[in-house]
């Protein structure tokens, strides 16, 4: 049995290959090193009951995850794999080799993460060539679902946020500046409480000022990330991800605007993962 994972910051979507073909689908939080350990990864497991009759059976797994960029990082994520599917094979990638299997397959393309987080690599057909992006929600995450509440948030709290909409903000989230900044400073996770207002985000779709606080996210994105790669004209520029499978109309345009050739969008990679996988393995 192949076990397939792909992990973002929030949650971690598995695929287990299971006898005549069948398969086993089902979702965890996200298993991110930088914030659990060897232990947390293991709770997280003993929790899931779907995986309990199959954790001796599992014999190789795969996992494409976040924050896995690094062999200190794979090697807690491995351990705490294999210690509760103990007769298993673990091979340890980060998420943006997984979102280049999943879109690019084996032809050369860019491949981005509009998520929680944002990220991009180019893919040559066999290996990722990461850039100097993917700098967290802090420093960077341009286009995604942190920077779009950040840019919302602080909007709010400046004053910016038009009377209209700034009264359904405060009916829908009654947030305050304390608030905001206990959540941001002082409490863990500040990265899913700020992409937590995306969804405030796709409810007031239509709006000019959401729409352009959504187009400009993603330009400074495009702009940022894709545009600095010499030759981004010729290959076209995958994506992957709930805000650019929910935005994918204002993204499109925005790559529209700038040259981008846009590829596929996928909201969860996990399928076409799971898929290239199973055909790698098999092709030996």
């Known amino acids: 049995m192949i076990l397939v994972a792909d992990s973002g910051s929030s949650k971690t ?6 006898p005549g073909a069948k398969r086993l689908a089902f979702r965890t939080p996200g298993i991110n090193p930088y914030f659990l350990s060897e232990k947390d990864i293991v709770k997280i497991f003993h929790q899931v009951a779907e995986i309990q009759p199959y954790a001796d059976k599992v014999k190789e797994i795969y996992f494409f995850g ?4 690094s062999p200190d990082k794979h090697e807690v994520v491995s351990n705490g794999l294999s210690a509760f599917f103990k007769k298993a094979f673990v091979s340890v990638d980060n998420d943006m080799i997984g979102c280049a299997y999943a879109t690019c ?3 050369k393309g860019l491949t981005c993460i509009l998520g ?13 060539y990461q850039s100097n992006h993917g700098l967290g929600f802090i420093l960077g995450d341009e286009g995604s679902g942190t920077y779009l509440g950040k840019k919302l948030l602080t909007d709010y709290l400046y004053g910016r946020m038009p009377d209209n909409l700034k009264k359904l903000f405060i009916k829908s989230h009654k947030v305050d500046k ?6 941001v400073y002082m409490m863990p996770s500040a990265n899913l409480y700020l992409a937590s207002f995306a969804r405030f985000l796709s409810e007031q779709r239509g709006n000019k000022y959401i729409d352009g606080l ?16 010499p030759k981004h004209q010729e290959f076209a520029c995958h994506f992957v991800g709930s805000i650019a499978f929910h935005f994918k109309d204002i993204l499109s ?21 799971f898929q290239f996988i199973l055909k790698r393995e098999k092709a030996g």
Do not use: M, R
């Not at 976040?66 to 960029?69: D, E, F, H, P, V």
């Not at 929680?116 to 990722?128: E, L």
């Not at 345009?253 to 993962?273: S, T, W």
């Open 66 to 69: 976040a924050g896995c960029s």
């Open 105 to 107: 397959g084996e032809y």
């Open 178 to 183: 304390e608030t905001v900044i206990q959540h």
């Open 253 to 273: 345009q925005a790559c529209k605007d700038n040259g981008v050739q846009v590829g596929k969008i996928l909201k969860h990679p996990i399928d076409e993962l």
């Open 214 to 229: 959504l187009y400009q996210s993603f330009d400074d994105f495009i702009k940022t990330c894709v545009l600095t790669y």
């Open 116 to 128: 929680t987080g944002s990220n991009i690599a180019f893919f040559d057909g066999k290996d990722i």
């Open 13 to 18: 979507d598995w695929i287990l290959s299971l």
